[in-house]
């Protein structure tokens, strides 16, 4: 298969090229404050600060501040947390019961059951 080649404008090429140098640029950065010999001198203890997970960091711990609830939330959690443990415990509880039915009427052989020593 030949190598496909796509026509990209050159707006958007610029914008790649920009997000490669200030990806490069941070990188760049991010080597040099992390091997600086001199950091544990300043207090900083050898790790780097980054004010973006020092953001995140500051949201996980007042988001539930600023948490209001809706009926949105109240939907996605029925959705994601009690409609998946009542049809666990539906499938489960019917597998229980048409077990203990093939026991009950003899279908099983005793030796052959499986937790028979529960």
Known sequence: MASQQFDVDSNTRQIIEEKAKRRAFLREEFIKQKTNPFQHASGGGGTVFDPA???YQAMTVSGWDYFKPSG???LYGLIFIVA???TFGY???KSKAEQEAKYRRGEVAYKDRRFKFI
């Open 84 to 86: 998946p443990m009542f």
């Open 72 to 74: 949105k939330n109240a």
């Open 53 to 55: 997970m020092m953001r």
């Open 91 to 93: 499938f489960v509880q």
